[in-house]
C-alpha cells in the first residue's frame, strides 16, 4: 500500500508558525516530479495488473521523492536562498536520519538518545523531532530508505550519462524509471543496466 504520509504529510498544529522556507524542496517530493507524480503514473498505467498499482517499495517509492528534490535547480528553482536553505536543511534532516534509525534498530539506541541526537544537529522543533523519532521506532529501515533509494537512482543516471556521453536524454532517462512502477532497487538496477546496452547498440 501507498504510505499514508504521502497524502498526509507535515501537518502543522498552528498554521502562523509553519516554516514555509521549505516548500519547494517539499513540493519537488510530494507533487511534481515526486509521489503524486510517480505514483498517477503507476496507478493509470493500464498495463500493470491491479496489485501493481498499488505496490509500494519505500527505497523506490521515497528514493525518487528524494532524488526529485535534487532536480530543483535543474528545474530553475532555488533561486530564491531562503528556499535552497530549506533544501539543504532537509537533506541534514535525512542525513540525521541515516543515524538515528541505524542507532535504534542496530545499536540499541533508546528512544531518548535518538531525540537528543537529532535536537543537537538539526533546525527542528522538540515536537516535530519527538513525533519524526516515533515513527522511525514504528517503522523500522523506512527512514533509512529515502537515501539508500535517492543514491542509487543518481548512481544509475551517472553511470548511463557516462556510457551514452552527448546521447543521454535525460527525459528518456526518467521516463524508464518511471516505467515499470514501484519495483525493488535490484530489479530498478536490471531495467536501467539494460536499457543502457541497448541504446549503446543504437548508437
Request: charged share 25%.
Given at each position: 500500500m501507498v504510505p499514508a504520509q504521502v497524502f498526509f504529510t507535515h501537518p502543522s498544529r498552528d498554521a502562523t508558525k509553519y516554516n514555509v522556507f521549505s516548500d519547494e524542496a517539499l513540493f519537488?517530493?510530494?507533487a511534481i516530479p515526486g509521489h503524486h507524480y510517480q505514483i498517477s503514473l503507476q496507478q493509470e498505467d493500464t498495463d500493470l495488473p491491479k496489485f501493481r498499482k498499488t505496490l509500494w517499495y519505500s527505497a523506490y517509492g521515497e528514493g525518487w521523492a528524494l532524488y526529485s528534490e535534487s532536480l530543483g535547480k535543474e528545474l530553475g528553482l532555488y533561486t530564491d536562498p531562503y528556499q535552497y536553505f530549506g533544501m539543504l536543511g532537509m537533506e541534514m534532516h535525512r542525513a540525521i536520519r541515516l543515524v538515528v534509525d541505524t542507532?535504534?534498530?542496530?545499536?540499541?539506541?533508546?528512544?531518548?538518545?535518538?531525540i537528543n541526537y537529532s535536537l543537537e544537529h538539526e533546525a527542528e522543533s522538540e515536537a516535530s523531532i519527538i513525533s519524526e523519532i516515533e515513527r522511525y521506532m514504528a517503522n523500522p529501515g523506512q527512514a533509512l530508505s529515502y537515501k539508500i533509494g535517492q543514491l542509487k537512482i543518481r548512481e544509475l543516471r551517472a553511470k548511463a550519462e557516462k556510457a551514452m556521453g552527448t546521447a543521454f536524454d535525460i527525459k528518456q532517462f526518467h521516463n524508464e524509471v518511471l516505467e515499470p512502477g514501484c519495483v525493488p532497487l535490484a530489479l530498478l538496477e536490471t531495467k536501467i543496466e539494460y536499457w543502457i546496452a541497448h541504446s549503446k547498440n543504437e548508437l
Amino acid at each position: 500500500m501507498v504510505p499514508a504520509q504521502v497524502f498526509f504529510t507535515h501537518p502543522s498544529r498552528d498554521a502562523t508558525k509553519y516554516n514555509v522556507f521549505s516548500d519547494e524542496a517539499l513540493f519537488l517530493h510530494e507533487a511534481i516530479p515526486g509521489h503524486h507524480y510517480q505514483i498517477s503514473l503507476q496507478q493509470e498505467d493500464t498495463d500493470l495488473p491491479k496489485f501493481r498499482k498499488t505496490l509500494w517499495y519505500s527505497a523506490y517509492g521515497e528514493g525518487w521523492a528524494l532524488y526529485s528534490e535534487s532536480l530543483g535547480k535543474e528545474l530553475g528553482l532555488y533561486t530564491d536562498p531562503y528556499q535552497y536553505f530549506g533544501m539543504l536543511g532537509m537533506e541534514m534532516h535525512r542525513a540525521i536520519r541515516l543515524v538515528v534509525d541505524t542507532g535504534l534498530h542496530a545499536k540499541g539506541w533508546t528512544r531518548e538518545q535518538a531525540i537528543n541526537y537529532s535536537l543537537e544537529h538539526e533546525a527542528e522543533s522538540e515536537a516535530s523531532i519527538i513525533s519524526e523519532i516515533e515513527r522511525y521506532m514504528a517503522n523500522p529501515g523506512q527512514a533509512l530508505s529515502y537515501k539508500i533509494g535517492q543514491l542509487k537512482i543518481r548512481e544509475l543516471r551517472a553511470k548511463a550519462e557516462k556510457a551514452m556521453g552527448t546521447a543521454f536524454d535525460i527525459k528518456q532517462f526518467h521516463n524508464e524509471v518511471l516505467e515499470p512502477g514501484c519495483v525493488p532497487l535490484a530489479l530498478l538496477e536490471t531495467k536501467i543496466e539494460y536499457w543502457i546496452a541497448h541504446s549503446k547498440n543504437e548508437l
